[in-house]
């Protein structure tokens, strides 16, 4: 859903800008959220006591989301991708100075060897198609995503997920709305059945990933659903071949192993240590 929700965005890019697709995004997610809402009976969570949590919140969501969507646009869909698995190095190297959280000299040295694996990609020697532009916007979009997963973890112990994905939506689209009278529409040549079609899967696919690894993270650990986030290289790379007629290049390939690669040893170093807590705490039970 994560893939889909990029190539779509990318297509939609073509008419509007990074702000106007992004309140595309979020408008017609919150609709698809407050259906479910009504639905399943549970419009309980719009209910709040940490209205500028939220707000803080969903301003920092919103300017990332803003920097990825752009990033889709500008890169090609296969290396954005890659460039969104530095996220979680992001979130290891911040969890220290943020949220005071231990992290070993094992953790450190596989965030700077995912690092090296966005020189060897992004070398403009080695790969042309990125531009100064995309790899910027590349460096710096799972950077924000990173601060906003350390924003819902420290959120995360008093508010219900579904009602920060709701805020997140709703004051997301109130956010992009009001740029709308200084967007630049012209390549906007009016609304047709293809227009429709590419926001509505938009919306809908973005608010279908956030449900869903909202649940599978109710399900099991994270140790256990991360790696199959690596998954959605490939869809972006057939995507980006079926529609573009893109192959992946060998340091695209070699550096996209080297970021997965140093992320599952992150993850796996994380169920190691949820391992041993509990035998920890037997031992030093009284």
């Known amino acids: 859903m994560l893939a889909t929700m990029s190539l779509f965005a990318k297509l939609l890019g073509s008419t509007f800008g990074p702000i106007e697709v992004t309140f595309f995004r979020n408008s017609v997610g919150l609709l698809f959220l407050l259906l479910f809402f009504l639905a399943s009976g549970q419009i309980s969570h719009v209910k709040t006591t940490r ?23 500008v890169l090609p869909l296969s290396i954005a991708t890659v460039f969104f698995f530095t996220m979680p190095l992001y979130t290891v190297a911040l969890s220290a100075p943020l949220l005071g959280e231990k992290v070993g000299w094992r953790r450190i040295l596989a965030v700077l060897v995912g690092f090296s694996g966005v020189v060897v990609m992004a070398y403009p020697e080695m790969n042309l198609s990125i531009s100064p532009l995309g790899l910027v916007l590349g460096l710096v979009y799972p950077f924000v995503a990173a601060l906003v997963d350390i924003c819902l973890r420290w959120m995360g ?19 992009t709305g009001v740029y709308w009278p200084f967007a630049d529409l012209s390549q906007f040549s009016g609304v047709t059945p293809d227009l429709i079609t590419i926001i509505i899967i938009l919306g809908g696919s973005g608010a279908l990933f956030q449900f869903l690894k909202t649940r599978s993270l109710q399900l099991a650990p994270v140790y256990v659903t991360g790696p199959l986030t690596y998954t959605m290289i490939i869809w972006a790379s057939l995507f980006d071949y079926i529609l573009w007629d893109r192959v992946p290049t060998w340091n695209m390939a070699l550096g996209a192993m080297i970021i997965i690669g140093s992320n599952l040893f992150i993850l796996w170093r994380e169920r190691q240590k949820q391992q041993e807590t509990p035998s920890a705490e037997v031992l030093n039970a009284p």
């Open 51 to 73: 209205p500028l949590a939220h707000l803080a919140r969903s301003a920092l969501g919103t300017f990332g989301i803003v920097l990825g969507i752009w990033a889709y646009i």
């Open 157 to 175: 112990r008093t508010e219900n997920p579904m009602t920060t994905v709701f805020y997140f939506l709703f004051l997301g689209s109130i956010m």
